[in-house]
């Protein structure tokens, strides 16, 4: 090997060894630069700065024994030099009162070094501060799910447009739009008191239910499932659930997650096809995200949280996870379920899905007059799973030229391609 191509390939493994520390440390880097400069959008762009320079100083002296120190201690030298640069301090100082890194920033020489110390204990603070500022309710689903995976997930901008199959410069918008809106509407850098928090915090699970969702079932493109969004939403999950151990619900979401995301190998064939639930190999399920998610579903219960949303679609998947086989199901077990989530979340997609585990565990005669009531449902008219489940209880009743119109028109509303080819499959099965 040529000198030139040594050093390419050194060149490209630091590149790497960055970019991992990156996605580890980032949302670290940003929430604490963040409490300083009291700006998501400037922290972002110090980390990015300090990012940089680790690109030019670790390719020549090599990578540091503690490269997440070395970002943060870089970060925080740079926002420290912009606070002196543009006297911020001066006008935050009566704003901020006795906020000692406010105050360490223009009056001790040594800034950083107090701000290490007073700062070591904070960074699951500050972390949480970051996940609600991402999270706010002031913007829209979808820009808190590209704020959240780029500020706490460490995703560049072109990862998440290819996670959720959106253009690049969308993206990119989304994030910045989001920034500015935050920025324009003062949104203070901390954790909500406890009145506000119940709904903040509802908002942050949605955002992490969401990404998980786009990548459990993708709503669009050619595969079915995108694991690498699965294990994002999983991970911000479990940063959560450390951060916030009292809360039932991020349990809750964390065990629904987990279990879910234990059946991902099973789910899809060697074609990349759909596998339902009662046809899957569940030898293939894993057992440690398994065992992992019954005892978040534990911890959700023992701190009240047994009739969360959450905590009760976890439950749910806990009666899958438990049965040996699909034959072994505990069907009145989960059409009790329903009804209780029915009664904290009564939604026409749970009620489509209760009307699923009322045809298993009674049969589809009683199942159908519950899918024809939702026909009329607006919030399902373009859902293709409703056409879906209606073909599959007719064709139990041996309805069969009905069962495949329902199939066909399924097929006809889905967005992804493999879903698509799935029904379309079924409705020549009906021939």
């Not at 906020?99 to 070094?113: G, I, K, M, Y």
């Not at 579903?297 to 949303?309: D, H, I």
């Not at 976890?314 to 989530?341: G, K, N, Q």
Request: hydrophobic share 45%; proline share 5%; with cysteine.
């Amino acid at each position: 090997m040529s000198g030139r191509e040594q050093k390419s390939a050194t060149d490209d493994a630091t590149r790497r060894v960055i970019d991992a520390v990156w996605r580890i440390e980032a949302a670290k880097v940003i929430a604490s630069v963040a409490r300083v400069v009291r700006d998501v959008a400037l922290a972002e762009e110090l980390a990015q700065d300090a990012f940089v320079a680790a690109l030019e100083h670790w390719s020549e002296a090599g990578v540091p024994e503690k490269p997440g120190a070395w970002l943060m201690t870089t970060a925080k030298n740079k926002a420290l030099d912009r606070l002196r640069q543009h006297a911020l301090h001066a006008r935050k100082h009566e704003e901020y009162g006795r906020d000692l890194d406010a105050q360490e920033a223009h009056v001790t020489p040594d800034f950083v070094d107090a701000l290490d110390a007073a700062r070591e204990d904070d960074i699951g603070d500050d972390l949480l501060r970051l996940i609600f500022t991402a999270c706010h309710p002031l913007l829209s689903v979808d820009a808190r799910a590209a704020l959240t995976l780029r500020l706490i997930g460490g995703l560049t901008t072109d990862e998440i447009a290819r996670a959720f199959l959106v253009p690049e410069p969308t993206i990119a918008q989304r994030i910045v739009r989001a920034k500015r809106t935050l920025s324009a509407a003062r949104v203070p850098f901390e954790v909500p008191k406890a009145d506000a928090r119940a709904a903040r915090l509802g908002s942050v699970l949605e955002v992490i239910y969401l990404v998980f969702n786009e990548g459990y079932s993708a709503t669009a493109g050619d595969d079915w499932m995108r694991p690498a969004l699965c294990e994002d939403a999983l991970r911000l999950g479990r940063i959560l659930a450390e951060l916030m151990p009292d809360e039932s619900e991020v349990h809750g979401l964390v065990a629904l997650m987990e279990i879910q995301a234990s059946r991902t190998k099973a789910r899809v064939d060697r074609q990349g096809r759909p596998v339902l639930l009662p046809d899957q190999d569940r030898s293939r399920w894993d057992p440690l995200l398994i065992r992992r998610g019954l005892a978040a579903l534990r911890r959700s219960e023992a701190l009240g949280g047994a009739r969360g949303v959450y905590a009760l679609q976890a439950a749910l998947a806990a009666c899958h996870a438990r049965a040996p086989s699909a034959a072994d199901t505990d069907w009145p077990m989960i059409v009790a379920l329903y009804d209780a989530l029915m009664q904290t979340a009564p939604t026409p997609v749970v009620e489509l899905n209760r009307a699923v585990a009322v045809s298993m565990a009674y049969g589809p005669e009683e199942a159908l007059p519950i899918v024809d009531a939702l026909r009329e449902a607006p919030a399902l008219r373009s859902y293709h799973w409703l056409p879906s489940v209606r073909a599959d209880l007719l064709a139990k009743l041996g309805r069969k030229d009905e069962a495949r119109a329902e199939f066909e028109r399924a097929a006809s509303l889905a967005k992804n391609a493999r879903e698509r080819e799935f029904l379309m499959e079924r409705a020549a099965a009906m021939a």
